[in-house]
């Protein structure tokens, strides 16, 4: 696993959990990709922090699936200000300088370890 990777997945893990919001704009690009049940598409480091405000989530890493040098597919138990237990949900992690540059959730592991290798196809091939 590359340690920036990692080190940039961990910083956007804590401070989404710490709910830091100037922190949260700092740990992704300008824009960064997110997808979710509300949507897709890119967005500034601003609207990031806004989501992580909004949405008030908890993510708590379980498994690291490494997809490339830049690409990280992370299974991980989800809870919110109104659930009690935790649901389990994958993030499909792109860096690029250390910061995040892609976020993309999906339900679960197969279906985020699915849609990675399509990116990673997709960026082997332009």
């Not at 804590?14 to 100037?22: F, Y």
């Not at 994958?90 to 985020?112: E, M, N, Q, Y």
Request: proline letters at 7%; hydrophobic letters at 45%.
């Amino acid at each position: 696993m590359d340690s920036s990777l990692e080190a940039a997945i961990n910083e956007w893990h804590a401070s989404v959990n710490d709910g830091d919001l100037e922190r949260a704009a700092r740990a992704v690009g300008d824009p960064v990709v997110v997808l979710g049940p509300k949507g897709a598409g890119p967005i500034t480091p601003a609207q990031f922090a806004e989501w992580v405000e909004r949405a008030g989530i908890q993510l708590v890493p379980r498994s690291w699936h490494p997809i490339s040098a830049r690409m990280m597919v992370v299974e991980e138990d989800a809870t919110w200000p109104e659930t009690e237990e935790p649901t389990r949900v994958a993030t499909v992690f792109r860096a690029s300088g250390g910061k995040i540059t892609a976020a993309l959730r999906l339900p679960d592991l197969k279906a985020a370890l699915e849609v990675a290798c399509i990116c990673r196809e997709m960026a082997a091939t332009e």
